[in-house]
């Protein structure tokens, strides 16, 4: 389906396209793009053949509370991106594929799919594996996140020591993801708040990026490793470093990058190393836009979540 489309345009250099990850999804996400687009609904159905599950019903009809629930949320980020990209290209809003992809946790398998490196069957096989497994490690190890804005990260770290609580990501200078069990979590949040942190609940299921996600990671390796990966042209950013990524260390990244922090400010550096001017967020939300604004100046940047952003995207060859 996409991948062989991505594949077949040409590349446009320094330009990248992002994909969000989980706490992006809102109730009724991907509506207008299901109801306007024949292919859309082709990719729901095929989708929920795949997965096993309603996913028309589960964009557009689920509850806030529902859609939080990683075995819901993942799979419908996924496709709401990938039905936004789909649009976009279709009614000839993009003609090229991008120099580099990146997405941020979940959003890492959308850029590999978009890339070539795995099929649409391939990639929903891996998420619905994947937000099963996480959901069981949240379910025995009740658990959260929360952002921590106005400190920075080392300062972060020395609250965290011994105190059974992580860093999940580095999302921008001054905005760190931090989880760890409920109690766990409420005290170091007390102290961050002393020192002059602001703490913000997170719309997920538990603590992402953490060892307490040990068991998910053991149980997707062997799911994981009967997949083949695909060479592609185009280059993905790792979650786990922010540089590009190997196709000899895809595997190992998606089996590592559950219990390890998301580096996505380092991904945001390497865009500017590799001075790219033009960005396009695909999918809910934009909180992946936003936060590339605040890491620089000097980029062109665009989210593509609802069909009038695609009808007011400017092509640009």
Known sequence: MLHNITQSLPIKDKTCWLFPGQGAQYPGMAKEFVEYDNDVKKLFDLASEITNKDLTNILLNSSDDELQKTTFAQLAIFIHSIAALIV??????INYSPEFVAGHSLGEYTAL??????TLEESLTM???RSEAMQEACDKHPSTMCAVVKLQRHIIEKELTDNNVW???ENAQGNITIGGKITDLENIKSKLIQIGGR???LKVAGAFHTPLMIDASVKLTNTFNIIEVKSSKIKTLSNITGKILPKDSIKTELIDQIISPVEWLKTMETLKRNNVT???EF?????LSNLLRRTTQDIDIVNIDKLSDIENLELKR
């Open 278 to 280: 033009d960005v396009l």
């Open 167 to 169: 860093i999940c990501n």
């Open 88 to 93: 976009a290209i279709k009614y000839k809003k």
């Open 283 to 287: 999918g809910p939300g934009k909180v």
């Open 127 to 129: 998420i619905d594996a």
């Open 199 to 201: 703490c913000l609940p």
């Open 113 to 118: 799919y978009v890339a070539g490196h795995f």
